[in-house]
């Protein structure tokens, strides 16, 4: 499994970002998908995630902000981003993973370079 991440960069506060995320992986539309952030000194958490059929559930503080999507036609996770604030700094990384039942999302351990997102205020 390969996981091309890009899309980032350096946006002051306030303005979108529009991250992408290629997968090369069997039967894309199968699998539920993810996007993580990291930052320096911290473990990798995740800010949203996508089923297999669309349903999608974000983190607290990006509620309202940041929309994922995907296409499986081109094998590919969106994240946009809006109103970015300073604290969204981090590097994303995209996932592959399961849903379970009771709606907790477990990526595989696959993991691409990432893409850096910088905020200034």
């Known amino acids: 499994v390969q996981l091309q991440a890009s899309g980032g960069g350096l946006v002051q506060a306030g303005r979108s970002l529009r991250l992408s995320c290629v997968a090369s992986?069997?039967?894309?539309?199968?699998?539920?998908l993810g996007w993580y952030r990291q930052v320096p000194g911290k473990q990798r958490n995740l800010v949203a995630r996508i089923t297999s059929g669309g349903i999608t559930k974000y983190e607290d503080s990006v509620k309202g902000r940041f929309t994922v999507s995907r296409d499986n036609a081109k094998n590919t996770l969106y994240l946009q981003m809006n109103s970015l604030k300073v604290e969204d700094a981090g590097v994303y990384y995209c996932?592959?993973?399961?849903?379970?039942?009771?709606?907790?999302?477990?990526?595989?351990?696959?993991w691409g370079q990432g893409t850096q997102v910088t905020v200034s205020s």
């Open positions: 996932s592959v993973g399961v849903v379970s039942p009771i709606g907790n999302y477990y990526a595989y351990d696959y």
């Open positions: 992986i069997v039967d894309f539309s199968i699998n539920a």
